[in-house]
T-cell receptor
Framework: DADVTQTPRNRITKTGKRIMLECSQT?????MYWYRQDPGLGLRLIYY???????NKGEISDGYSVSRQAQAKFSLSLESAIPNQTALYFC???????????FGPGTRLTVL | QKEVEQNSGPLSVPEGAIASLNCTYS??????FFWYRQYSGKSPELIMF????GDKEDGRFTAQLNKASQYVSLLIRDSQPSDSATYLC???????????FGTGTRLTIIP
């Protein structure tokens, strides 16, 4: 079984809709991250969390929010989706101080 | 200036040859360095990490780090068609709280 899982794997939605992407990990890691990947722009950090009471903005947090419901669960919300949020979204977790991150399978989100 | 730079490629290498992938970074305080492999449409997979100057070998893969030159490289020996993928370089920043990723180098192994 995968150590980091994401749901849904694919989602098509319309402009203005609220969307939640979910991430769970069974690695016992404290650190969790949300990234988006766009062609030519690489992976960009949206939010990260070191425990349930610690939430930090990444480089592109505008238009997104997160919730760390438990050590193992970290969800990403788009309150009002817009077309330029169409991208591949990855969740990752890390357990060591050197920050070796392990990625989930990704969610392909399309906003029409 | 980008914090982590990679040649986007594509880099074409004959099967059985050595593939050499390069990455430079701008933050002199960086302490951790990672190479991820990403197949098209899939998630990044960690294949190597290095923290100290010098070489680190794992099977057919060797990571090389030169902090003075702010340079990290990945060598793949005896390249196989299954090595064809995009390779992402990532560098730990801000006390390793975050990773900054390069945009990746696309590698193609020619049979």
């Amino acid at each position: 079984d995968a150590d980091v899982t994401q749901t849904p794997r694919n989602r098509i939605t319309k402009t203005g809709k609220r969307i939640m992407l979910e991430c769970s990990q069974t690695k016992g890691h404290d650190r969790m991250y949300w990234y988006r990947q766009d062609p030519g722009l690489g992976l960009r950090l949206i939010y990260y969390s070191f425990d349930v009471k610690d939430i930090n903005k990444g480089e592109i947090s505008d238009g997104y929010s997160v919730s760390r419901q438990a050590q193992a669960k970290f969800s990403l919300s788009l309150e009002s989706a817009i077309p330029n949020q169409t991208a591949l979204y990855f969740c990752a977790s890390a357990g060591s101080s050197y920050n070796e991150q392990f990625f989930g399978p990704g969610t392909r989100l399309t906003v029409l | 200036q980008k914090e982590v730079e990679q040649n986007s490629g594509p880099l074409s290498v004959p099967e059985g040859a050595i593939a050499s992938l390069n990455c430079t970074y701008s933050d002199r305080g960086s302490q951790s360095f990672f190479w991820y492999r990403q197949y098209s449409g899939k998630s990044p997979e960690l294949i190597m990490f290095i923290y100290s100057n010098g070489d680190k070998e794992d099977g057919r893969f060797t990571a090389q780090l030169n902090k003075a030159s702010q340079y990290v490289s990945l060598l793949i020996r005896d390249s196989q068609p299954s090595d064809s993928a995009t390779y992402l370089c990532a560098v730990g920043v801000e006390g390793n709280e975050k990773l900054t990723f390069g945009t990746g180098t696309r590698l193609t192994i020619i049979p």
